[in-house]
């Protein structure tokens, strides 16, 4: 929807332009559903006193707003860090198309929110041992989510590429999967080592009794037999983890939390720890490679195979 025609728009006209602008960026699906949730209920809030989303620029009404979030919902600080993200995105949307003359919530969110910003950097997220790994994945009884924690941790993926995995993208000769392209993607060529491909072709032989559509070609699916959303990875993830004392949900502390993005740093901390060299890891992340040299060269899947065979660690499963 275009508001170049729209003087005063209403609220629901500056939601839905906003949540067009975020599909154009290419945000995932689940930042997206929190960044409108967050404004819907900013937008609620300033009707509730007689204002508008178009009033973010006050301070005051900042003020206001981060008050309610404290005092009334009684959120983190985490959360309303990322409530006020959400509302400097929105606000730099509304920049752009000329219904504000400037974006006070970097500013803002410096002054007051500063201590969790500080605090950031001195957490660290949970790691735990190669042992500790095997006893969590090896805690599961369900097949589909002993694959999920087991690819995870092989392969170090984000839970968004693995809700997006398809049956057809596992090949099992080679021993590796080819992932769909997303934005924070360079290389989509992933490995599993034999024990990892044994777990996933137990799930594989049990899929269909999930499905109720034949036609489904996704590798991990929920009970309505349809893909499993990034929202359902992590509430399997933390599901057993807590259930094995390594996840506290309500931990302030990066520490006191093992969520699906640990798994990311467990397997970059054992491939590092197993002498791999730092762009074979890069390459096996998928991170971005900035430097020249690095642009400039181009690794042998085969070898990088190789090297993630003799660095990944056994679990045991």
């Not at 594989?204 to 359902?232: I, K, N, W």
Request: aromatic residues 8%; glycine residues 6%; proline residues 3%.
């Amino acid at each position: 929807m275009s508001l170049a025609q729209s003087p005063f728009p209403s609220e629901e006209d500056l939601i839905e332009s906003f949540e067009e602008d975020l599909t154009l960026r290419d945000l995932g699906a689940e930042a997206k559903r929190h960044y409108l949730a967050y404004l819907r209920l900013a937008s609620s809030f300033l009707n509730g006193r007689g204002k508008s989303l178009l009033d973010l620029q006050d301070i005051d009404v900042l003020r206001e707003f981060l008050t309610y979030l404290r005092k009334k919902r009684k959120v983190s600080t985490k959360t309303a860090h990322h409530y006020l993200s959400a509302l400097s995105s929105f606000c730099d949307f509304l920049l752009l198309e000329g219904y504000l003359s400037s974006n006070p919530i970097p500013a803002f969110r410096k002054r007051y929110l500063a201590s969790y910003r500080s605090s950031m950097g001195l957490s660290r997220r949970k790691v735990i041992s190669a042992e500790e790994m095997g006893r969590l994945i090896n805690s599961v009884l369900s097949p589909r989510d002993k694959a999920i924690l087991t690819v995870l941790a092989k392969t170090g993926v984000r839970r968004g590429e693995l809700a997006s995995i398809d049956v057809d993208d596992i090949d099992w000769e080679s021993g590796c999967i080819n992932l769909k392209p997303k934005r924070k993607r360079t290389n989509r060529l992933v490995f599993l080592d034999e024990e990892g491909l044994r777990v996933l072709r137990s799930w594989v032989t049990v899929r269909d009794s999930y499905l109720q559509d034949m036609e489904e070609r996704a590798l991990f699916v929920g009970e309505p037999g349809t893909r499993l959303c990034t929202h359902s990875v992590y509430q399997i993830v933390t599901k057993h983890a807590g259930r094995l004392g390594i996840h506290d949900s309500g931990s302030e502390d990066l520490e006191g939390r093992f969520t699906p993005h640990c798994f990311r740093h467990w397997f970059t901390t054992v491939l590092r720890r197993g002498g791999m060299r730092r762009e074979l890891i890069q390459e096996l992340r998928g991170d971005s490679r900035k430097d020249a040299i690095d642009i400039y060269d181009h690794i042998d899947p085969e070898e990088l195979q190789r090297e993630y065979l003799r660095c990944i660690p056994a679990l045991g499963l």
